[in-house]
Nanobody, 124 residues
Framework: QVQLVESGGGLVQPGGSLRLSCAASGFTLDRYAIGWFRQAPGKEREGVSSISGSLSIKRYADSVKGRFTISKDNTKNTVYLQMNSLNPEATAVYYC?????????????????WGQGTQVTVSS
């Protein structure tokens, strides 16, 4: 069955970096887009970045452009989110999700399978 497992979250100081991983099983990454989303307490889920199934076309929210990088390793069936220059506003639970098709979007409604999430806390 389809499964997504996030890892790599934790506590980091402002200005620091983290790399999140999303290990996928039950399907192959070349057929489906994968997105990263985050949800802070009291806020709606926000699309952060996504990568298409084929061609690895990437998309970023304006709030993270230039600081976050999405990538994937098809041999490991894993998607990564490198997060640099983190600020306290990045504090949230981060989720990876599989899209209904191969086109990358930042809309949560376009995704049908979700991981359990990993907590990222940016604080001094």
């Amino acid at each position: 069955q389809v499964q997504l497992v996030e890892s790599g979250g934790g506590l980091v100081q402002p200005g620091g970096s983290l790399r999140l991983s999303c290990a996928a099983s039950g399907f192959t990454l070349d057929r489906y887009a994968i997105g990263w989303f985050r949800q802070a307490p009291g806020k709606e889920r926000e699309g952060v970045s996504s990568i298409s199934g084929s061609l690895s076309i990437k998309r970023y929210a304006d709030s993270v452009k230039g600081r976050f990088t999405i990538s994937k390793d098809n041999t490991k069936n894993t998607v990564y989110l490198q997060m640099n220059s983190l600020n306290p506003e990045a504090t949230a639970v981060y989720y990876c999700a599989r899209a209904r098709g191969w086109i990358q979007t930042l809309g949560a409604n376009d995704y049908d399978y979700w991981g359990q999430g990993t907590q990222v806390t940016v604080s001094s």
